[in-house]
């Protein structure tokens, strides 16, 4: 997949750095200088007055170093490409996998003694309330007793929300923990166990949050020159900026582009809009589907943390859409993005 345009910014300021703080160094000049007259030294043994030589004008060209010079060509050229499609609607491919699963949780085993090992697995990294939180510790090599799990506020370690003790065989142990409703920010999910007389605790992290804002449905789709439009219902209980990103699926399940949008949304039953731009659709007609949720709450202030919504349905089915009756437009970046590209290209000497 293309490279995202924040990865390229990020890579920008880190070259731009580089390139400033050469630019920082100061410039070489030549120091004045009094040099004696030495043959009239030498005749009288009398110091004479000689007046100081002016310093000779030194012009210094600065020029970037080709390492750098080559750093920006490479940025420009693929911010460039880039451009050639709306950052509202960015290809997605099977090989997406933090993409089309942007809720995933990735175990982490943990080695022990003897070359056993052990594991925190959950379904997935964020919550909502209600949904309760399964703890599942997988264990290999090694026969352990005692298992429980606890799930601490990671504001306040010493706050312990819940705790139950986790039933299973054959290495696999799991439990289901209830949630309510003041569970809210990042959590800290801990598994104990005893092992050949010793007693040991495995932690990971976790998000849970109160949804500010239910996805409750989808609107009919229709066509707006070369965007396939996407009106996307919420109800929102608390007011602010809010993005939305979801993924477009044609009916079989194959990715086709990852949608995003950003809108100040108050109170209320509100509808967000989704674009699909023709250039990342299939050429032929077909039927679609929209999921992978993430709706976040941006925070306002600084210091304040991101909050989150969810989705009443893992996925909606948008139904038959004809491609072919969106416009050939080619897709035209904004000012400011065609201003940092220009900045690239100075920079890059090309």
Not at 62 to 67: A, D, S
Not at 75 to 100: C, F, I, R, T
Not at 322 to 336: H, K, N, R
Request: with cysteine.
């Amino acid at each position: 997949m293309k490279h995202k345009k924040i990865i390229s910014i990020v890579a920008l300021l880190g070259g731009c750095a580089g390139y400033w703080y050469l630019l920082s160094e100061p410039a070489p000049t030549l120091a004045q200088a009094v040099v004696p007259n030495q043959q009239t030294q030498v005749a009288t043994h009398q110091s004479s007055v000689v007046k100081p030589m002016k310093p000779k004008q030194a012009t210094v060209k600065e020029t970037v170093p080709e390492t750098v010079s080559e750093r920006f060509s490479m940025l420009a050229k693929a911010y460039a490409q880039e451009l050639s499609l709306p950052a509202y609607s960015v290809p997605l491919g099977v090989e997406d996998v933090h993409l089309l699963n942007p809720n995933r949780y990735v175990p982490q085993p943990v080695m022990l003694e003897g070359g056993a090992s052990a594991s925190i697995v959950m379904p997935k990294y964020r919550f909502s309330f209600p949904e309760p939180v399964t703890v599942t510790l997988e264990v290999s090599g090694l026969t352990v007793s005692g298992v429980s799990a606890s799930i601490n506020s990671e504001t306040d370690a010493s706050q312990e929300l819940v705790e139950g003790e986790m039933l299973g065989q054959n290495g696999r142990w799991t439990v289901q923990l209830d949630a309510t409703e003041e569970w809210d920010g990042p959590m800290s999910v801990n598994v104990t166990f005893s092992a050949k007389g010793k007693k040991q605790t495995l932690t990971t992290g976790i998000e849970y949050s109160y949804p500010t804002a239910t996805i409750t449905g989808v609107g009919e789709v229709r066509a707006e020159g070369s965007d396939m439009l996407i009106p996307l219902k919420l109800t929102v209980e608390k007011a602010g900026y809010y993005r939305v990103r979801a993924n477009l699926y044609t009916t079989n399940q194959q990715p086709v582009a990852l949608l995003t949008a950003s809108e100040k949304l108050s109170d209320g039953e509100v509808e967000m809009e989704l674009k699909a731009y023709k250039g990342v659709l299939p050429k032929q007609d077909g039927e679609f589907t929209l999921g992978s949720f993430v709706l976040e709450r941006r925070p306002a202030i600084p210091g304040e943390l991101t909050r989150y919504g969810r989705s009443n349905e893992a996925s909606y089915e948008l139904g038959g859409f004809a491609v072919d009756q969106l416009s050939d437009e080619t897709w035209q970046p904004d000012e400011q993005e065609m201003q940092r590209l220009e900045f690239l290209q100075k920079m890059a000497n090309e």
